[in-house]
């Protein structure tokens, strides 16, 4: 039989080992909103573009102009690192994909209204929007295509 001093020794080396793997698995809440602080500053950086004085280009389309490019590859780098966040902390899920699209597409047709609201030299233009949300779209297909 077992002294009650070794049981103690052997209880709370269990305690240990259990305690570090949990760490491993679950990591701190902190931790894992350190995930999510390149998409903020990202989101910073989008802002403070949207928000500053509007740059006249050449107009080839609605849908193809390099404003339009510039909204796609904006929004496709915002959602990617959304779902990069999620993938560090929860993993990629159908649900993370469309959270990173639904959020990333939130921001952008939200800067829109703040253009249009506060700022007199810019612009709310629908199609925009809708190069950030296909900008959204292929960013969250382009990440997933690369972590699986």
């Known amino acids: 039989m077992k002294s ?3 049981k103690k020794k052997l209880f709370f080396s269990y305690l240990r080992h259990t305690k570090s793997k949990l760490a491993r698995i679950y990591p701190s809440k902190r931790a894992n909103q350190l995930n999510f602080i390149p ?5 910073v950086l989008i ?4 928000t500053g004085h509007s740059v006249q280009v050449p107009r080839f389309s609605n849908l193809l102009e390099p404003d339009k490019l510039a909204h796609t590859a904006a929004y496709f780098v915002m959602a990617a690192l959304l ?3 999620f993938h560090r902390t929860i993993g990629v899920t159908s649900a993370t994909m469309t959270g990173a699209i639904v959020i990333s597409s ?6 829109e209204c703040v253009q249009y609201t506060f700022f007199p030299n810019r612009f709310f233009e629908v199609y925009d929007i809708i190069a950030n949300i296909i900008g959204s779209i292929l960013g969250v297909l382009g990440l997933n295509f690369l972590i699986k």
Do not use: R
């Not at 998409?39 to 989101?43: E, F, I, K, N, R």
């Open 4 to 6: 009650w001093l070794a």
């Open 39 to 43: 998409a903020l500053l990202w989101a």
């Open 47 to 50: 802002f403070i573009l949207s």
């Open 83 to 85: 779902l990069w966040g």
């Open 106 to 111: 939130l921001y952008g047709i939200s800067m």
